[in-house]
């Protein structure tokens, strides 16, 4: 499985974003999909996943309101709305893939994911 991100880029405070994440495997729909986002300096943290059918999701508290996380399974694309950004969320932001069982839920864990695309940089100006 390879995962390829887009959509980055350099934006003001209260842009809006919208980053993509296509996956070249089979099966797309039987992995829980996460985003990710690291910060010069900073651990990597869990920004937002979404289940197999799409229809849970979880996301970390400081995005909850302006960010949404959604998939295509039929185009085996998993997206990250960004809306009212903020410097705070300059990172750089990755998706991963967790080929996990199938009751399992949405994990905020990154270890937990198995596969994981190169990262494309958000970057936001007060």
């Known amino acids: 499985v390879q995962l390829q991100a887009s959509g980055g880029g350099l934006v003001q405070a209260g842009d809006s974003l919208r980053l993509s994440c296509k996956s070249s495997?089979?099966?797309?729909?039987?992995?829980?999909m996460g985003w990710f986002r690291q910060a010069p300096g900073k651990e990597r943290e869990f920004v937002a996943g979404?289940?197999?059918?799409?229809?849970?999701?979880v996301y970390e508290d400081s995005v909850k309101g302006r960010f949404t996380i959604s998939r295509d399974n039929a185009k085996n694309t998993v997206y990250l709305q960004m809306n009212s950004l903020k410097p705070e969320d300059t990172a750089v932001y990755y998706c991963?893939?967790?080929?996990?069982?199938?009751?399992?839920?949405?994990?905020?864990?990154?270890?937990?994911?198995?596969?994981w695309g190169q990262g494309t940089q958000v970057t936001v100006s007060s």
């Open positions: 495997g089979r099966s797309f729909n039987l992995f829980v």
């Open positions: 991963a893939a967790d080929r996990a069982i199938m009751t399992a839920p949405v994990t905020t864990d990154a270890s937990e994911y198995d596969y």
């Open positions: 979404v289940s197999r059918g799409g229809g849970g999701t």
